[in-house]
């Protein structure tokens, strides 16, 4: 069997349901990766289960009401991190790479009622 350039384009299609998870997995690794020493605390289970929720979150998005949507969805939760880590949190007295001094952080961030 023989392998053309149809078929190869075939294979790796950028308009396929594969590529919006990839894409999103992606995304959400590399924000992981910049701003892991910010969210270092917390369970694996739920760092995993936000990957898993984030990924069928897009491609649900990409089914359900388009690319468009879902690429949209990818850019705009991007941006909210960008901004979370570079502007929100520098003007209330926090590193957005490190997350010093981590008792402000930590106090910004943590949601009162959490066990």
């Known amino acids: 069997m023989s392998v053309t350039a149809e078929t190869l384009m075939q294979r790796f299609s950028l308009d396929s349901l594969w590529f919006d998870a990839t894409l999103a997995a992606l995304l959400h690794g590399v924000n992981s990766t910049l701003f892991a020493g910010v969210h270092r605390d917390g369970p694996a289970l739920r760092r995993l289960a936000g990957l898993v929720g984030f990924v069928a979150l897009t491609v649900a998005l990409s089914v359900l009401a388009g690319r468009g949507w879902a690429l949209g969805f990818l850019a705009a939760s991007t ?9 929100w949190l520098p003007n209330h007295g926090v590193n957005g790479w490190t997350g010093e001094p981590r008792d402000r952080f930590l106090s910004l961030t943590r949601r009162k009622n959490r066990a």
Request: aromatic share 44%.
């Open 79 to 87: 941006a909210f991190v960008f901004y979370f880590h570079a502007v």
